[in-house]
């Protein structure tokens, strides 16, 4: 059974700092990816990672502040978020691919996790 299972959410004021996690099993995934849905708006591309990690893409608005990592001997993908601010407020989802590009939009992605809330308190 495939599944990916984030974690790592919660609620921090702004400035501050969270690291989410996806657990991805069932099968082998290439490239993953974070996006995120805030209330009332559409789903939004966050940040891509390509399986070595040599390859990386991040929205305009994450750059500088959030860092995509991931530990493929457990699994897993990370999201480094600082900085935080408001706006960050969402539902973030992991997503992940069978093939290995980092892609943007989420119709490239083949498998979502259920999200986890990240709040961030001004």
């Known amino acids: 059974q495939v599944q990916l299972v984030e974690s790592g959410g919660g609620l921090v004021t702004a400035g501050g700092s969270l690291r989410l996690s996806c657990a991805a099993s069932g099968r082998t995934f290439y490239a993953m990816g974070w996006f995120r849905q805030a209330p009332g708006k559409e789903r939004e591309f966050v940040a891509a990672i390509n399986w070595s990690g040599g390859r990386t893409h991040y929205a305009d608005s994450v750059k500088g502040r959030f860092t995509i990592s991931r530990d493929n001997a457990k699994n897993t993908v990370y999201l480094q978020m600082n900085s935080l601010k408001p706006e960050d407020t969402a539902v973030y989802y992991c997503?992940?691919?069978?093939?290995?590009?980092?892609?943007?939009?989420?119709?490239?992605?083949?498998?979502w996790g259920q999200g986890t809330q990240v709040t961030i308190s001004s």
């Open positions: 997503a992940a691919r069978t093939v290995n590009v980092p892609g943007t939009k989420a119709y490239e992605y083949d498998y």
